[in-house]
C-alpha cells in the first residue's frame, strides 16, 4: 500500500529562520513521483515541486529546496530564511505511473511564519 | 488564461438537498478528478475520468456522482448531501490519462451541509 507520512502537524518559526518540512512515503515501487504543494491562506493549491524516483540530486529554487533519499524514504522541504507570506500549509504527495494519475496526499504540515 | 473552475467557491446547504459542484477546465486536458480535504487526512481522491464517458472510483466515492459528457467538464453531484460530507472540495485536470503529468487544482469548493 502507498501512504504518504508528515508528523509535523504544525510549525512555528519567527521569520528569516529556516525550517525543514519532513516527508515520509512507502511504496512498493520501484518507479514513483514525489511532489510539494503549498496551500495558502486563500485556499487554493499551488504545485511546487515534482521528483521521479530515479532522481535523487537536491534541487533548490530560491530560498525552497528539496532533499529526496531513497534510502530512508524522504521527501523533504526546507525554506531558508522564510518569510511571512510562506505560512500555508504544506502537502506532500506521491503518484505512481499507471496508477491513473491518483495523488496520495500526506495530512500536510501547517507553517506559521511570524514577524 | 489556462485554469481549472470550480462552481460555487462556497456553499450552504441542509442534508438531502441535491446539490451540484462544477469543474471546468480549458487546457484540453483528458484527465480530471475529484478530492475532498479533510482535517488530519490531507486530500482523498473522490473520482477521476480518463475521458469523455470514461469515470471510475477513488477512494472515498460513497455518496458522490460523476459524469463526463464533454472533455472539459467534470461536475460532482451529491444526491442526498449529509454532514460528513461537509468538506473542502478540488477538482484537478492533467494532460494525460495515464500519465504522470503533474495535475492542475481549481480554486476549491467548500461545502457545509447542515
Known amino acids: 500500500a502507498q501512504k504518504v507520512t508528515q508528523a509535523q502537524t504544525e510549525i512555528s518559526v519567527v521569520e528569516k529562520e529556516d525550517v525543514t518540512l519532513d516527508c515520509v512515503y512507502e511504496?512498493?515501487?520501484?518507479?514513483?513521483?514525489l511532489f510539494w504543494y503549498k496551500q495558502p491562506p486563500s485556499g487554493e493549491l499551488v504545485f511546487l515541486i515534482r521528483?521521479?524516483?530515479?532522481?535523487?540530486q537536491n534541487e533548490i529554487s530560491g530560498r525552497y529546496s528539496w532533499n529526496f533519499q531513497k534510502s530512508t524514504s524522504s521527501f523533504n522541504f526546507t525554506i531558508t530564511a522564510s518569510q511571512v507570506v510562506d505560512s500555508a500549509v504544506y502537502f506532500c504527495?506521491?503518484?505512481?505511473?499507471?496508477?491513473?494519475?491518483?495523488?496520495?496526499f500526506g495530512a500536510g504540515t501547517r507553517l506559521a511564519v511570524h514577524p | 488564461e489556462a485554469q481549472v473552475t470550480q462552481n460555487p467557491r462556497y456553499l450552504i446547504t441542509v442534508t438531502g438537498k441535491k446539490l451540484t459542484v462544477t469543474c471546468s477546465q480549458n487546457?484540453?486536458?483528458?484527465?480530471m478528478s475529484w478530492y475532498r480535504q479533510d482535517p488530519g487526512l490531507g486530500l482523498r481522491q473522490i473520482y477521476y475520468?480518463?475521458?469523455?464517458?470514461?469515470?471510475d472510483k477513488g477512494d472515498v466515492p460513497e455518496g458522490y456522482k460523476v459524469s463526463r459528457k464533454e472533455k472539459r467538464n467534470f461536475p460532482l453531484i451529491l444526491e442526498s448531501p449529509s454532514p460528513n460530507q461537509t468538506s473542502l472540495y478540488f477538482c484537478?485536470?492533467?494532460?494525460?490519462?495515464?500519465?504522470?503529468?503533474?495535475?492542475?487544482f481549481g480554486p476549491g469548493t467548500r461545502l457545509t451541509v447542515l
Open positions: 511504496t512498493r515501487d520501484t518507479t514513483y513521483y
Open positions: 484537478a485536470s492533467s494532460p494525460i490519462a495515464g500519465g504522470t503529468d503533474t495535475q492542475y
Open positions: 475520468s480518463m475521458n469523455v464517458e470514461v469515470t
Open positions: 487546457m484540453n486536458h483528458e484527465y
Open positions: 521528483r521521479n524516483s530515479f532522481d535523487e
Open positions: 504527495a506521491l503518484m505512481k505511473p499507471g496508477g491513473y494519475n491518483k495523488l496520495i
